[in-house]
């Protein structure tokens, strides 16, 4: 028999992070709930026979991808907006919330469109796919201003409970996708660690499927 | 985008210092030497070929290639792999050769826009071609000279997985007759690697719980020879039956080769590559985070010449194993400094031709007459703040 081998488990910090690590817990690997107060970027946790990266989430897939990661948990807008070589193993079900476009309520098309976003990549092939051409704005933060104060008249943001987007007397026109945080696995590490990987997964999968069920 | 400074080259392409050229030599050299042993000889192929014949031939996609124009306004491509160019070659300058052939190449091969990490627009390729041989036994030969390759390049721990392009389409067609358009995009989630996307349009595609079922089966069949018999119970159409009949086969053969101790069944593998018709394999080293090396057979190609042949193969990236093989230092015998005055050139000169004849490496160098300083701390101090000294094994002095 062979010794399983370390998994590097690129993890996302903030919101994502809390519910992954309650979900792992509940597949019986004994992960801390909580990190905010640590500084650490790397944490060893050779009872659950992992090792945690703490990453922005939006470099967990570029992690992974060069194989410093095994495995990481992502959401899936983040997926599609880097587009990455992974494997997309798991949905996990949590971080549930959609990709939108989202407007003013009394948006009209102009000629010249201007959509504001931190996914500019989805952005630009949704509104080809509609047959729109369009000038996509790249923002880092407060999206939902760029309509506000007239930088775009629509922007493409993830919306969970859409409270922000009422506030701001901004309403969802349509949605893109739903996202949720996703299990992803590096092209070799899913080879060379296959057995630990496929435990973790079918672990992580009867936890996910027991929930879905008691819903 | 600004005008390049001094010091930059393109993005994706590298400069290989003498240090990493011995390595990246040593590589070449015993792995070639491992190729020849094996019975195939070495091919070389112009690095420029015309997109209208490699070009569309090859398995990168359009936007991939490395385009340019000639001055006819003919659109050229740089080789993005070696397989179509030898495809050529076997059906024109080889074409009355009696099959099967091997042949074996190391050459750089260019990229436009490489997705992969990396994205490496340069790199360099190991491999060789079997042509002309369609049984398992070809496919277990290609394999088993892979891994006897990467021994050879140094890699200590890998894997090979293997898989087989009909038994997906053979699921396929029967359980979804006639429904290419759901077939492909099963086949794209796939070839993406996304289970989730993978599960999700078998969930929108209205099929009964069985059919379902055997559909996302597939995802598990990865592991030793005991996923053929999974395989077998979830398809008895025909294609998907020969093709698990084939790699078991070909398992079969590796296990004679005692090579099947590095092999892992994988079905849920497609080839990026459009031009594979059956077998599939990559290989993978710990260590490094995307495979080196990838093969296949491609029964179609060499059709597109118009020599309708079988063939097989595979190509190490051998750019990435330089990155990932330590390897044991290599020794090389240091060089010997020869230092004279001009008045004893003569016999300085001398000493350095009888000592390279010998076979040993002589540099020399000419002591100035006006040089106060002292010429040893000189040499020393080259030495120590240098990327390519290594030192010497002697130093001599005419004076």
Known sequence: MKVAETLKVAMPKGRIYKKASALFRSAGLP?????????????SLPEAGMEFILAKPVDVPTYVEYGVADIGIVGKDVLMEENKDVYELLDLGIARCRMSVIGLPDWKPGIHQRVATKYPNVA??????????????????????????????????????????????????NSIFEITSRLIANRVSYRMKNDEIQTLCDRLQAVILSERANL | MSKPKGFEKPSGVRDYLPHAVTKLRRIEREVLACMDRWGYRQIMTPTMEYYDTVGVASSTSDQKLFKLLNKHGTTMVLRSDLTAPIARVMSSLLKDEPLPVRLSYHANVFRAIEEEAGREAEFFQTGVELVGDDTPEADAEVIA????????????????????????NGLLQEVLPERTEDQESLKQDLLNRDYVGYRNTIAGLNLTEEQQNRLEEVLKLRGGREVAGQALDISSNELARA???????????LEAYDAAKHVLFDLTMLGDFSYYTGMTFEGYAAE????????????KLLQQFGRAIPATGFAL??????????????????????????????????????LRAEGHTVITSLIPDTDGTNAQDKEEAAVSGSMLHRGYQDIITFQ
């Not at chain 1, 201003?145 to 901004?170: C, S």
């Open chain 1, 31 to 43: 992960v801390p709930l909580d990190v905010d107060e640590t500084r650490k970027l790397v944490i």
């Open chain 1, 124 to 173: 630009s092939q949704y509104f080809r796919e509609q047959g729109q051409q369009v000038e996509v704005v790249k923002l880092n933060g407060s999206i939902e201003l760029a309509p506000l104060i007239g930088l775009a008249d629509r922007i493409v943001d993830m919306v969970e409970t859409g409270q922000t987007l009422k506030e701001n007397g901004l309403v969802e026109m």
């Open chain 2, 145 to 168: 000279l892979a891994i006897e390759s990467l021994k050879a390049a140094g890699v200590e721990k890998f894997k090979i997985a293997m898989g087989h392009m009909g038994f997906l």
């Open chain 2, 243 to 253: 093709s698990i009949e084939h790699l078991c086969r070909v398992w079969e053969v």
């Open chain 2, 288 to 299: 490094l985070g995307s495979p080196v090396a990838s093969g296949g057979r491609y029964d």
């Open chain 2, 317 to 354: 990236k051998t750019t990435r194993i330089l990155d990932g093989v330590q390897g044991e230092e290599i020794t090389e015998e240091l060089p010997v400094l020869i230092r004279y005055t001009a008045a004893y050139r003569k016999a300085g000169l001398a000493k350095a031709s009888e």
